[in-house]
């Protein structure tokens, strides 16, 4: 079987025995260090991934991607919306009127952002139908001055399915008896778990007609109309578009104005832990450098052999941009397998330590979910292996070619 001189030699140097070792101790201590650089790599790009892709689906599928409004209430809003969906970017169009205020049981106060929607058409621009726990959307009737709240909110207040809570507006009655804030009594007809902390604690759901009539309004006027787009990176564009072909009396608001800076700080850490990381990978690689230049001084009577019978400095040359490179390779191989098992793992590994120290490492008063998500990606493991692959090659360099300027007489003097 064919087998070129320098890889011959230079798989025999990496694999060379000695004291019951597959490698040498050196060798395989820069093999570790590769292996781990790439798999922390991996992990903490997935779980950044889990992030970017939690914000889309779960909160950014629970806020509007974008709405159209009006300063005064909407009669038709099915003729608006039929007219705003005739965009081929968008997918769906529901009615909403957003009220913020305090709900309050027994002696508990927690603040509450009320969207009123209307169950049939709710849930072609919202997911929140995926996450109920108790009860749904479709227990809403209008007149019966029914609540969805999430988990965290009935947790605070102490509410359960029938119970009774005030709602109170940051309005006020003015009557002969003096000045009164503006009450209102709902039952809590559902209970919903999104698992991003700022929606399970601060918003809740209730009838649009209900609302209509807490504001004073006829039962079919709403305040504006929400949209669903195909992708909703072009909706502050289209949006405000949409909302100039209409007139002057309406304007449009999009998710960026109020969760666009919290996607673009999970964008911008990715690409900064990435980087930060990677020279993790470097140092690692500048481990095979140290260990090459060690290899090369240990073998400077067998580089003189060779040169002697007859090898060219482009093959010694060879020999230890051979050895570098497997340990490279086996380094980058091993940290990959093992950063994509713990990728696909890291979240149920991390629910199981919470549940064994009872702490909650992510709390939902903190981050804006309460579990630690991950999503492997192929791209971003084929990007961290080339860069490992790439900076353990350029390592091999300067001890081969350190190696190659080894004279032979020089190197036999002493031997």
């Not at 009615?95 to 309050?104: A, E, K, V």
């Not at 969207?115 to 479709?138: H, K, T, Y």
């Not at 690409?271 to 001084?297: D, E, H, K, P, R």
């Not at 793992?345 to 909650?360: C, D, M, P, T, Y």
Request: hydrophobic share 50%; glycine share 8%; with cysteine.
């Amino acid at each position: 079987m064919f087998r070129p001189l320098p890889v011959y030699i230079g798989a025999r140097y990496t694999s060379a025995r000695r004291r019951g070792l597959f490698v040498s101790f050196i060798s395989f201590t820069s093999m570790i260090g590769l292996a781990l650089g790439v798999l922390v790599m991996i992990v903490v790009l997935s779980v950044m991934n889990g992030f970017d892709h939690e914000m889309r689906t779960r909160v950014l599928g629970m806020v509007p991607h974008a709405t159209v409004e009006s300063p005064l209430p909407i009669d038709d809003w099915q003729t608006l919306g039929q007219q705003l969906s005739e965009h081929p970017q968008v997918v769906a169009a529901a009615p909403f009127i957003q009220m913020q205020g305090l709900l309050t049981h027994r002696g508990q106060v927690t603040k509450i952002l009320i969207n009123a929607v209307e169950p049939r058409f709710e849930p072609q621009v919202s997911i929140i139908d995926q996450f109920f726990r108790e009860g749904s959307l479709a227990s809403l009737a209008p007149g019966e001055f029914g609540i969805v709240i999430g988990d965290r909110a009935a947790t605070k207040l102490g509410v359960g399915i029938g119970d009774k809570i005030t709602f109170v507006a940051p309005e006020v009655t003015v009557t002969p008896a003096g000045v009164f804030p503006r009450m209102k009594r709902f039952t809590v007809q559902g209970i919903f778990h999104v698992g991003a902390g700022e929606i399970d604690g601060y918003v809740a759901m209730a009838h649009i007609t209900d609302m209509a009539r807490l504001h004073r309004w006829k039962p079919d006027q709403v305040q504006g109309v929400r949209l669903r787009f195909d992708d909703l990176f072009q909706a502050p564009a289209i949006a405000a578009s949409l909302a100039r072909q209409l007139g002057d009396d309406f304007y449009s608001r999009d998710w960026t104005r109020t969760h666009g800076n919290l996607y673009q700080a999970i964008r911008m850490e990715k690409a900064m832990i990435g980087l930060l990381l990677l020279l993790i990978v470097a140092v690692a690689a500048f481990n095979i450098i140290s260990t090459l230049v060690m290899v090369v001084t240990d073998k400077r009577g067998d580089i003189a052999i060779l040169r002697t019978l007859g090898a060219t400095p482009r093959q010694i040359m060879a020999i230890f941009m051979v050895q570098g490179t497997v340990i490279g390779v086996v380094g980058t191989l091993v940290g990959a397998l093992l950063g994509m098992f713990a990728a696909l793992n890291v979240s149920g590994w991390i629910a199981g330590l919470e549940q064994l120290l009872g702490h909650k490492f992510l709390s939902a008063d903190v981050y804006f979910i309460d579990y630690l998500p991950s999503r492997l990606m192929a791209a971003d493991v084929i990007q961290v292996c080339g860069a490992a692959l790439v900076l353990s090659f350029l390592a091999t360099l300067y001890p081969a070619w350190r190696a190659a300027r080894t004279q032979p007489a020089e190197a036999l003097r002493y031997e």
